[in-house]
């Protein structure tokens, strides 16, 4: 059975960090990519940032430069490092293994003075 369990969120203000974490289990996790996603309220859930098995990342164009991904596969882990953060990027937080159906459960992240 796969697990994606994230954790890491919370309220920051703007200009903050926050770093995600994405712990799998019952997958062999180190041959899969790994995305981010997210989702406002009111808004479609959009891709954040990805990262290949060979730890090549890929970013969307809002967060380039901002959000780092990176993983650690002996931990089976994938993280989120989120620099510099917005008022815009507050939303809820999810990962995924990259072509399958399986996601976490999400971690809320809230931007606000």
């Known amino acids: 059975q796969v697990q994606l369990v994230e954790s890491g969120g919370g309220l920051v203000q703007p200009g903050g960090s926050l770093r995600l974490s994405c712990a799998a289990s019952g997958i062999y996790f180190s041959i899969y990519a790994m995305d981010w996603y997210r989702q406002a309220p009111g808004k479609q859930r959009e891709w954040v940032a990805g990262i290949f098995s060979d730890g090549r990342p890929n970013y969307a164009n809002s967060v380039n430069g901002r959000f780092t991904i990176s993983r650690d596969n002996a931990q089976n882990t994938v993280y989120l490092q989120m620099n510099s953060l917005k008022p815009d990027d507050t939303a809820v937080y999810y990962c995924?293994?990259?072509?399958?159906?399986?996601w976490g459960q999400g971690t809320q992240v809230t931007v606000s003075s």
């Open positions: 995924k293994v990259v072509g399958t159906s399986h």
